[in-house]
Structures are given as C-alpha cells and as structure tokens.
C-alpha cells in the first residue's frame, strides 16, 4: 500500500518540471531569435540585400547646390547620392509624397512620372481633387503623345474623352 503525502511535501520532480519547462521555452526563443539573426545576416553579407534607409537628411550646404542634369531621361539630379536620377531607380510601388512650395515643380514632377510609366506601357490613374483644366490638359496631351487611350470623368470637362 502506498503512503499519502502530506500537504506540505513536494518531490523533486514536482519542483524540478516548471523550471525544466520554462528553460525549454528559454532555449526555444533563443533559437528564434539566432535563426532570425542568420536569416538577416545571409541576406546582409552574402546575399548583400538590406533593408533601405529612405530618410535621408539633407544638409543646408547641399540645398544651396545649383548642379543639374543634362540628361534627357533623367527627373532630375540627387544631391544626396550625387548622380542623375533617373524615373526607372524610383519605387513607384510604395507611397509617395510631393512636398513643396508654390512653383516649385510639384506638378511638373508628376507629369514626369506619368510620362515615364506612359512609356512604359504601364497603367495611369490620374485624379485631380481640384479639378485644374490645365493639368487636365498635361495629361490628356501626354497620353496623345505616348498613344494611350483615356478616360475622363468630370462634370467640368466637356471635350475628348469624356465618359458620362
């Protein structure tokens, strides 16, 4: 017959498996992480892949510069990496903002970019919330002079084009 333990009475093996048990999921979380650490060093040091830093400061010295681009195909020059800048290096999948005072060629920038994926056949949305003839115009012209079909929906707009 067996005795029965007294309230008290812990065995070893009562107190031994938690600790057993959370140095398990000890071990198993730092596995985690040094798989997580490899993946990430593979792609940095073998692979030479890495996450880009897009913030980038700009120094006043460099607002100053007047340095521009010759280069048909190029939007523009960067004075961060000190090179053209051309519409194929940006990453037009990810959110943009254009940012920039009166005059300063926000708009001009943008027909840039439509222009340059009009080129290469890719697909253009373009909507314009103030409803401006002019820019409405830019794009119209842009797309006669890639030859793309357009649509426009507007009660404003009374020309070629128009869907109702």
């Not at 593979?42 to 010759?70: A, C, G, H, M, W």
């Not at 994926?117 to 401006?132: A, Q, R, S, W």
Request: charged share 25%; net charge positive; proline share 2%.
């Amino acid at each position: 017959m067996s005795k029965k333990k007294e309230s008290g009475d812990l065995g070893l093996g009562e107190f031994i498996l938690p600790i057993m048990d959370l140095f398990s999921i000890l071990i198993m979380k730092v596995m985690d992480l040094m798989a997580v650490g490899f993946h990430l060093g593979i792609n940095k040091y073998v692979f030479k892949k890495s996450k880009p830093n897009n913030v980038e400061k700009i120094s006043r010295d460099l607002l100053s510069n007047t340095k521009s681009t010759l280069q048909d195909e190029a939007l523009g020059y960067s004075l961060t990496s000190k090179k053209n800048l051309l519409g194929s290096d940006l990453n037009k999948k990810a959110h943009t903002a254009i940012v920039g005072a009166s005059g300063s060629g926000k708009t001009v920038l943008l027909d840039a970019l439509m222009y340059e994926d009009m080129k290469e056949n890719k697909p253009v949305v373009y909507i314009d919330p103030k409803g401006d003839r002019k820019t409405l115009l830019n794009f119209i012209n842009l797309c006669k002079l890639t030859w793309r079909e357009f649509y426009i929906f507007s009660e404003y707009w009374n020309g070629e084009g128009l869907v109702s």
